[in-house]
């Protein structure tokens, strides 16, 4: 059975759990925020479990994948998980999202959001060269996507006010 690895990163988000999940619980936008997404080809909506979506995606220079994504759990503005197929060079992949309200703000005005990925490579022993690699790519891509997500919460509050 090859080794399962996992990539984490845990930020702040100045906006309420709600209007977070409503961004990330949008399978059509991932493509505005997901550093590795090129474009959805295909999505329902709103993530519910049992629905699938799918990506075009790059994780590694200009090797691109059709990933298809099945939400496996959805508890709004809580937890999301999802399994992918055809994400290389992953295999079982899980990605997944927490939701929390951030301590340090007791008026709900920050959001603590966890995204992660659980996955196995199964090269065999060349695996544990490649998987260091692609952890800091893997967390590269993570520490992106926050940034746009940031940038679009940020983006979409001034279209409002305005």
């Given at each position: 059975?090859?080794?399962?690895?996992?990539?984490?990163?845990?930020?702040?988000?100045?906006?309420?759990?709600?209007?977070?999940?409503?961004?990330?619980?949008?399978?059509?936008?991932?493509?505005?925020?997901?550093?590795?997404?090129?474009?959805?080809?295909?999505?329902?909506?709103?993530?519910?479990?049992?629905?699938?979506?799918?990506?075009?995606?790059?994780?590694?220079?200009?090797?691109?994948?059709?990933?298809?994504?099945?939400?496996?759990?959805?508890?709004?503005?809580?937890?999301?998980?999802?399994?992918?197929?055809?994400?290389?060079?992953?295999?079982?992949?899980?990605?997944?999202?927490?939701?929390?309200?951030?301590?340090?703000?007791?008026?709900?005005?920050?959001?603590?959001?966890?995204?992660?990925?659980r996955y196995s490579?199964?090269?065999?022993?060349?695996?544990?060269?490649?998987?260091?690699?692609?952890?800091?790519?893997?967390?590269?891509?993570?520490?992106?996507?926050?940034?746009?997500?940031?940038?679009?919460?940020?983006?979409?509050?001034?279209?409002?006010?305005a």
């Amino acid at each position: 059975m090859p080794a399962s690895y996992e990539v984490e990163i845990t930020a702040s988000i100045n906006a309420p759990v709600t209007q977070v999940w409503d961004i990330i619980s949008d399978t059509g936008r991932y493509a505005e925020w997901v550093g590795i997404v090129d474009r959805v080809t295909d999505h329902h909506g709103i993530a519910r479990k049992g629905q699938s979506y799918t990506e075009i995606t790059r994780i590694m220079g200009p090797m691109r994948s059709h990933v298809t994504w099945t939400v496996r759990e959805a508890y709004p503005q809580s937890w999301r998980l999802d399994s992918g197929a055809g994400l290389a060079p992953l295999k079982d992949a899980f990605t997944y999202f927490k939701f929390d309200e951030s301590p340090t703000a007791p008026d709900g005005s920050v959001t603590l959001l966890t995204y992660g990925l659980r996955y196995s490579i199964g090269w065999g022993p060349i695996e544990k060269l490649i998987q260091p690699a692609l952890s800091r790519i893997l967390k590269a891509g993570f520490r992106t996507s926050i940034r746009n997500l940031r940038r679009l919460i940020h983006n979409e509050r001034r279209r409002v006010a305005a």
